[in-house]
């Protein structure tokens, strides 16, 4: 029989994104009721009729043995800007700290606690609790579930913490000058042109062409196999903002840790919704033309998107040429 590594199968594990929920229940100790709950990434819907859903709770874990002795749970969803809550739920805060603390909860027919600021929480007897190897499956039947607050959820993926909607960078870099530009086109140029690049950026041309897609995110991951490399998206082909949203999405994650420059057009029109949607894929560094009406965006237009969105914007006149180092600062937050 195959035997998979378990180390190997957490990592792969990690890759299924899935949402955040503390799963509550009431410890009986001899000074009374006290609430207690943890992080679980392992809930499901199971059925509509009868109500049932699941949680997979770890055999050693004291929530399980609580639970089991309680026969009830509750589980609270947690929204995009409850990371913290999920961290302390989860035992990442230093031992004795009182996970409730500075929170708000209501109890319902079961006793077990649910979460003020949820974006979601259900109130459940247990149903079923099946062996599932180092995990106990609870199959827990709904007494009752509200929806105490509307809000994009929290997202847990590749052992991180994340939104639906990415969000925008804390400050932009923009490079004034057109530096000499240093392109490639297809992966099997790439280490001759990272060789050559002696610190500037090479760039992957015509990298929104809709046709490109995978040997632009091929050249990416070629480039970004060299160390010491800067690596850059320049547009030829003119770019929707869905086809640079495919592109950066995945190009942004790849070529990390290197950090992505992006060279957009301004004269489609699309220039600062491309931007925009650059910004909210991940993308800080945009190179600039000093003035409108060439193909490049414009510095001035990129910084007055960068002041709308609250997006510090830092301007520099040519981060590739060490003689001009002095950098001047515009749309600080
Ligand atoms: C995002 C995330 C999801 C988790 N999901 C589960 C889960 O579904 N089942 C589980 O047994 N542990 C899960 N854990 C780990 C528990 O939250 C952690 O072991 C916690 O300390 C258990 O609390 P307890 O020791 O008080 O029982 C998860 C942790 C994180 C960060």
């Known amino acids: ?28 100790e001899p000074a009374g009721p006290r609430p207690h709950g943890m992080t679980a990434s392992s809930f499901s819907s199971v059925s509509l009729d009868p109500p049932l859903v699941s949680v997979c709770l770890g055999n050693h874990l004291p929530t ?28 990442q805060h230093p031992a004795g700290t009182d996970r409730f603390a500075g929170l708000s909860w209501l109890t319902g027919p079961t006793g077990c606690p649910v979460l003020a600021d949820a974006t979601g929480w259900l109130e459940c007897t247990v149903e079923h609790a099946y062996p599932g190897g180092d995990h106990t499956i609870f199959v827990g039947r709904v007494l009752d579930a509200g929806i105490p607050r509307v809000t994009a959820p929290l997202l847990f993926h590749s052992r991180s913490w994340g939104q639906l909607a990415d969000p925008l960078p804390g400050e932009i870099v923009l490079t004034l000058a057109d530096p000499p530009l240093l392109q490639v086109y297809a992966p099997g140029e790439a280490a001759a042109a990272a060789a050559a690049a002696a610190g500037r950026t090479v ?12 040997d632009v995110l091929a050249t990416l991951d070629a480039l970004a196999a060299v160390p010491g490399v800067r ?16 592109v950066l999405q995945d190009a942004v994650v790849r070529v ?9 057009h301004g004269h489609h029109r ?12 991940g993308v800080s560094r945009f190179d600039a033309a000093r003035d409108a009406g060439g193909g490049l965006l414009a ?10 969105l609250g997006v510090a914007c830092v301007e520099t006149p040519d981060a590739e040429n060490p003689e001009l180092e002095s950098r001047t600062e515009s749309g600080r937050r």
């Not at 594990?13 to 229940?25: D, E, F, M």
């Not at 990390?256 to 957009?264: A, N, Q, S, Y």
Request: hydrophobic content about 45%.
């Open 64 to 91: 399980r043995g609580l639970i089991a002795a309680r026969g009830a749970f509750a589980v609270s969803f947690l929204g995009k800007d409850q990371a913290e809550v999920g961290r302390r739920f989860a035992g």
């Open 231 to 246: 690596i850059g998206c320049a547009e030829e082909t003119p770019a929707s903002p869905l086809q640079v949203r495919r």
């Open 203 to 214: 760039y992957v041309a015509d990298a929104f062409h809709p046709d490109r897609e995978a």
């Open 256 to 264: 990390r840790p290197h950090e992505l420059r992006v060279r957009l």
């Open 1 to 28: 029989m195959i035997r998979v590594d378990g180390t190997h199968l957490r990592t792969v594990l990690s890759q299924w994104p899935s949402g955040v929920a503390v799963v509550t229940t009431v410890a009986n």
């Open 270 to 281: 699309l220039g600062l919704v491309n931007a925009l949607v650059a910004m909210k894929s």
């Open 299 to 308: 510095a001035a237009d990129l910084a007055h998107l960068a002041r709308q």
